[in-house]
């Protein structure tokens, strides 16, 4: 049988906009190495930080939870100068933060 991935829980927030601050950093040069740099990519950069800097003070710690809050949040963004859309961006932050905690991404490990 087939035993369900555990969830991933980020140690609390300490400093929520410094962490919120370096996410958007990262975020910014995912997105523009990822395809070609575009003026938007820095706005999708700032409001996902937003959204994470806001979750992580209100507390929250679960990664699964932060990542459906980024696409929840981030539907009412215009994509339409972009490649990327919502689910993209919560997926490239989920794997950021993951990289930034060690954690292997590949292969469910």
């Known amino acids: 049988m087939t035993q369900p991935i555990p969830p991933i829980t980020l140690p609390p927030a300490e400093n929520p906009q410094l962490e919120g601050d370096w996410l958007q950093k990262q975020l910014l040069t995912w997105l523009d190495t990822e395809?070609?740099?575009?003026?938007?990519n820095s706005k999708i950069a700032q409001r996902a930080a937003q959204i994470f800097v806001r979750q992580r003070m209100e507390g929250e710690n679960d990664l699964g939870s932060l990542v459906i809050a980024i696409i929840t949040e981030m539907q009412a963004f215009d994509f339409s100068k972009s490649f990327y859309g919502?689910?993209?961006?919560?997926?490239?932050?989920?794997?950021?933060?993951?990289?930034?905690?060690?954690?292997?991404?590949?292969?469910?490990?």
């Open 35 to 40: 395809f070609i740099p575009e003026a938007v």
């Open 86 to 109: 919502e689910f993209a961006i919560a997926n490239a932050v989920s794997d950021l933060l993951l990289d930034s905690l060690g954690i292997d991404r590949c292969c469910g490990q």
